[in-house]
């Protein structure tokens, strides 16, 4: 699965998903890169965790004793190099990694593996006052200057040369140094609040982008709707990138989507340009990028044949009013599960390269975590299958703009922060569980037979947010509203993309799936048919992969497969909601709501409560073949009736589905059950009473994980 991340950088990031190009095997996972290689995360270690370091901002006279430390809290690496471009090269063409060099040396005399960092987040003075045009310039025309970070413009080909030649001499000195561990390429790949680059060297690339999709304008017309306020272009040098800054009304949505296609095709370009530089030198070493939480605009799924590990950075507390009176210190259950479920699922090691270490500094608000939350989420990290979680950073720092971001350690530099304690403990934790791990471990029957595709799509993410038609449609809180669902009945899930193999799910769900293909629609059949139960919701179908509606009724493509049209939708204001009765229980809605005309055979889930439409359908549900699809028409305020339905879907199914408390996670992993309480009362695991407890106890308070096994 997929969606928001939070950065260390005063921005809290949204959502990404998925178009995948790899083989399949069981469940849809892709077969492994031939590059990947076993001997970098050993099973029976199952998770490794470290910690990042800077010691370009500390004396020379303390590195030591900062590494020695490091291993003193028991962490097993440490991640250096990030941002240090003036620092590896002060002057143009002039490398200094002699103080690197060191670093590493003294993480391995410590028993600390190395992760180096590409330094391309952050372009030294010399480069921006020598090359201006490598800077982005943001939707208003203003370039960016030095003075803060990411400011670089990928498709810039003079900044390109640059990054290539960094990174070069980088490999050249450590790409065969058997110290150094894994790469990562860059930082939280994006442009932060400025989002997108509309410079000349990105125009160009665009417009070349545009000439090898659509070879021909007339083509591009057609596509882009042209015909539509006479939007109609000669050729593709008058193209620009669609800006709404720059026009009077709103851009094509059809140019606003390929726009939005190229850029994060565009960053995939700039990480594989980073890969093929440090791999020409790479001696058995694995590269990653740290990926932002949900982030749209950035799609890891492109980079699934670049990478050889998929990491990406969390930050769950940052003041954000989440659900229960603890949300707030215990971040979201939801999106932090559902981003290891999404990254875990494309075919390499995943796991955090950015965990929250403590109280952070760039949130509207920035309470101090609940005490064991920062261990819970580790072990959630476990519970979820990761194999690496890293935290942002050792030392707090004592100048710059993220001085009041906590670190394991303390203003003095020595002693262990709250987070230190809670991630030595943890690491403890995971040191003893690996006396416990049993290759032979199998899946539990029950817990395998709710196993659930859920599939997502970038392309309709896009689509949607460029065209919302209700200011109060979310789709990431539509997505979690399903996902939260599945995970209270104890559902393993993989979140994946549509043209990954979904054949042997039990269980997919595919909401708000916008845009489709026919040929996408024919597999959803085919699936049905075959046996498995099919579950879409409101917005699903309503455009082909252009953009474009249907020439014909709404949703076409899909209504033969729900059995019931569409004959129009509904999206009050803000001061109006709706009601809809399921099973004799009355639930509110307000963002969406599709009224259904169900054909005969197919049974009403859910009807509306009020509005001109009282009495009418707003979920469906019918068998197809040996299987059954759903469909849910509305999008409500608490999720409690998409909960609710989807539990009926998995009981006709002949499945039998737990019943947790909503953010209350347990999930199985190598042999272990894993429970973690992000909700905001105590819980109690759903251990047999002989089940042995390794971790934890079996009664939780909100912040607290157990693991144990079961005999």
């Known amino acids: 699965m997929l969606i928001l991340v939070e950065s260390k950088t005063r921005f809290s990031a949204v959502c990404f998903v998925l178009l995948l190009l790899s083989t399949t095997c069981l469940y849809g996972q892709p077969e492994p890169a031939a590059m990947r290689n076993p001997d970098w995360f050993p099973k029976k270690d199952m998770l490794t965790i470290g910690v990042y370091y800077y010691p370009e901002a ?83 025309g203003r370039t960016m200057d030095h003075g803060s970070r990411e400011q670089g413009d ?44 509309y410079s000349k060297a990105a125009t160009l690339r665009f417009r070349d982008w545009l000439r090898e999709k659509y070879g021909r304008v007339d083509r591009l017309n057609q596509a882009w709707g042209g015909a539509f306020w006479s939007l109609m272009y000669q050729n593709f040098d008058q193209i620009d990138i669609p800006n709404a800054e720059t026009l009077v009304a709103d851009p094509s949505p059809h140019a ?10 565009e960053a995939a370009g700039y990480i594989q340009l980073q890969a093929d530089a440090i791999r020409r030198y790479s001696k058995n070493q694995w590269i990653t990028t740290n990926f932002m939480s949900m982030h749209e605009d950035v799609n890891p799924a492109l980079s699934e044949r670049t990478l050889d590990a998929f990491t990406w950075t969390h930050y769950p507390v940052h003041g954000e009013l ?52 920062i261990h ?77 595709a859920f599939l997502i799509n970038f392309d309709s993410r896009y689509d949607i947010e460029i065209h919302k038609q209700t200011a109060r449609w979310s789709t990431e809180a539509h997505w979690m509203r399903y996902y939260r669902a599945l995970k209270t009945m104890m559902a393993p899930v993989d979140v994946l993309a ?10 997919v769900v595919a909401p708000a799936y916008q845009l489709v293909t026919q040929e996408l629609v024919a597999r959803w059949k085919s699936y049905v048919a075959g046996g498995g139960h099919l579950v879409l919701t409101c917005r699903t179908a309503q455009k082909d992969e252009h953009g474009h509606l249907w020439e014909g009724p709404w949703a076409e493509p899909i209504v033969d497969l729900i059995g ?44 509306y409560a009020d509005q001109f439409y009282s009495g009418r359908a707003a979920a469906v549900t019918r068998n197809v073949g040996r299987g059954s699809v759903t469909y849910i028409g509305v999008d409500t305020e608490d999720g409690e009736v998409e909960r609710s339905l989807l539990r009926g879907v998995y009981q006709r199914a002949g499945v039998n ?25 105590p819980q109690a695991i759903p251990a047999s009473p002989r089940a042995q407890i390794l971790v934890g106890q079996r009664q939780l308070a909100p912040g607290q994980a157990a693991v144990w096994v079961e005999p």
């Open 58 to 140: 500390w004396p020379e006279s303390q590195w030591a004793r900062d590494m020695a430390n490091i291993r003193k809290l028991g962490m097993e690496f440490v991640h250096m190099g990030e941002f240090a471009w003036y620092f590896m090269e002060p002057e143009e063409g002039k490398f200094d990694f002699d103080w690197l060099e060191k670093n590493v040396e003294l993480a391995a005399r410590n028993g600390l593996k190395v992760i180096l960092c590409t330094p391309s987040g952050a372009p030294p003075i010399w480069l921006s006052r020598e090359h201006p045009e490598i800077l982005m310039v943001d939707a208003e």
């Open 564 to 607: 019931a049209k569409i004959p129009f939708y509904d999206t009050p204001p803000p001061a109006v909601n709706g009601h809809v009765t399921a099973e004799g229980q009355t639930y509110t809605w307000g963002s969406w709501g599709e009224i259904l005309d169900p054909a005969g055979g197919t049974k009403i889930l859910a009807q």
């Open 657 to 681: 589905p737990s019943d947790l408390k909503p953010d209350f996670l347990v999930d199985w992993r190598d042999g272990f059950w894993v429970g973690t309480n992000f909700a905001s009362d």
């Open 154 to 197: 990928w498709s810039s080909p003079v900044y390109r040369e640059y990054v290539t030649k960094i990174d070069t001499e980088l490999a050249k000195r450590f790409g065969n140094d058997k110290r150094v561990w894994g790469w990562q390429i860059d930082n939280e790949l994006s442009h932060y609040g400025r989002r997108f680059s």
């Open 256 to 265: 606003a989507l390929d726009f939005r296609r190229w850029f994060a095709q």
């Open 498 to 507: 549509d043209d990954r193999d979904f054949s042997k799910y039990p269980f």
């Open 376 to 452: 819970m989420w580790i072990l959630r990290a476990f519970g979820a299958g990761a194999q690496i979680v890293c935290t942002y950073r050792y030392r707090q720092p004592l100048f710059g703009s993220e001085l009041y971001h906590k670190g394991l350690a303390e203003t003095d530099g020595v002693t262990p922060s709250p987070g230190g304690r809670e991630y030595a403990q943890a690491m403890a934790d995971v040191i003893k569980l690996r006396q416990h791990y049993r290759a032979d471990a199998a899946e539990p029957r029950a817990y395998a037979a709710r196993r659930t």
């Open 322 to 373: 989440l659900d229960g009176s603890l949300g707030f210190r215990l971040g979201s259950a939801s999106i932090m599960s559902f981003m290891h479920d999404f990254m875990r699922n494309l075919g390499g090691p995943s796991g955090l390269m950015e965990l929250q270490p403590g109280q952070v500094n760039w949130g509207e608000y920035n309470p101090w975590p609940q005490p064991g939350a």
